[in-house]
């Protein structure tokens, strides 16, 4: 299959529609470089980087400022994993894509599906020791509908850069390459629990893996593209319409419906590590009511973009049980927040440039992650997450406490 650069043309047009409170502690900087030359073989470059980033006498970064990458390169690794799903339901086995802070930028870039390639991700770099004492903190995401693990890596890569860990298990049977139509029920079951799964592996991987024992779990967060806002929701603990599905079904929305599947909705499809969850570009799904979200008890942050609208208009004023913050970007179209805002979009999109528009939303991802992960109160950091500081006059910045 012919390689594209993932600031170019998707490949089909269907991508049109894809649709982590705690403490941190930091080692200092001559521990973090001694580790980095045992690890590398005293490699300079990276050194350099680290010395870079940090002041003369420590290592410290939640003071790396929130809009630039971090000192460290962006590596990636894919592995499959296998879960048990509840009920009669079988066996999964998915890929789960580990992007980590690397030493060095060296090896190859991936091709997600064989077709868009990622410039800023690095296969199999070699990982970088953590610079947070109780290791590295975690994000797991979910991908869009019709989309894949890599639909988002701008971001992915720029936590990594700073030290963090990112997750993202590819949905298997709701990418671009293997999504039927209509999208089964079971579909909707898979994925939040493809994201417990993937913090299942985070808790315990193979011993003989370079990551094992030094995954953070008291310190995780959460985002979605699309339709992974309705993974983020359900994971976050948004309850189901069970009488709508069954409703749903019996008009034939989707060709899988049982008993069993229906009731497997009303059973525990949320996890309880995620500290903060971030949707971008997306308000769930009809399957999770303004009156199901209520039932969150987490942060949530929502962002969007002007020229995008995928339901998250009703979705501020609808939802009122929740810590909701609301961030709006001028001139955001729906893959502002995955390959880039000009891709797919109409003229409009073209105003607002992909790296423009990645530069917009990084440091709010990033803020919100140290703020409420984190416990970062930095003043940078701080003044970005309450509004009191402006990224740009191009976003706009809302919240409301639950009521």
């Not at 069970?242 to 409703?247: G, H, L, N, V």
């Not at 929305?253 to 049982?258: L, S, V």
């Not at 001139?331 to 390959?339: A, E």
């Not at 105003?351 to 939303?361: H, I, K, R, S, W």
Request: with cysteine; net charge negative; charged share 15%.
């Amino acid at each position: 299959m012919m390689r594209l650069n993932w600031t170019r043309l998707c490949a089909t047009a269907a991508l049109c529609a894809l649709v982590a409170c705690g403490t941190s502690t930091t080692t200092t900087a001559d521990d973090t470089v001694d580790a980095i030359d045992d690890a590398t073989g005293a490699d300079t470059a990276a050194v350099d980087a680290i010395d870079a980033a940090a002041d003369a006498t420590s290592v410290s970064p939640l003071t790396w400022p929130v809009g630039k990458d971090g000192p460290f390169a962006c590596g990636l690794r894919i592995l499959q994993i296998t879960y048990k799903l509840p009920g009669n339901f079988g066996e999964r086995t998915i890929p789960l894509f580990v992007w980590y802070p690397a030493t060095q930028a060296v090896g190859e870039h991936p091709s997600y599906l064989g077709a868009f390639d990622d410039p800023n991700s690095w296969l199999d770099a070699p990982l970088a020791p953590s610079v947070y004492a109780g290791g590295y903190p975690l994000l797991v995401h979910s991908h869009g509908f019709e989309g894949f693990a890599g639909n988002s890596a701008a971001f992915m890569c720029h936590i990594a850069s700073h030290g963090w860990v990112a997750l993202a298990p590819e949905h298997v049977g709701n990418t671009l390459i293997d999504t039927p139509t209509p999208l089964p029920l079971l579909n909707w079951l898979h994925r939040p629990l493809d994201i417990s799964a993937a913090l299942d592996w985070a808790k315990a991987p193979p011993t003989s893996d370079p990551l094992a024992g030094h995954l953070d779990l008291k310190h995780v967060g959460m985002s979605g593209h699309s339709f992974g806002t309705y993974t983020v929701w359900a994971s976050a603990g948004a309850t189901f319409d069970t009488a709508k599905i069954a409703a749903d079904c019996k008009n034939n929305r989707w060709p899988d419906c049982t008993p069993e599947l229906i009731a497997a909705f009303s059973g525990k499809l949320s996890d309880d590590r995620p500290l903060t969850f971030i949707n971008l570009a997306g308000d769930g799904s009809d399957l999770l009511p303004p009156s199901g979200k209520n039932a969150v008890k987490r942060t949530v942050l929502q962002m969007n973009g002007t020229l995008n609208d995928s339901g998250e208009t009703g979705l501020f004023k609808d939802v009122t049980g929740v810590d909701l913050t609301w961030v709006d970007v001028e001139g955001g179209c729906h893959q502002l927040y995955g390959l880039g805002n000009t891709i797919n979009g109409g003229p409009e999109c073209k105003v607002l440039d992909d790296q423009a528009g990645f530069a917009l939303v990084k440091p709010w991802f990033l803020a919100w992650l140290r703020y409420q992960v984190l416990a970062d109160r930095t003043a940078e950091v701080t003044g970005i997450v309450t509004g009191t500081t402006s990224v740009s006059p191009l976003v706009k910045f809302q919240h409301k406490a639950p009521q």
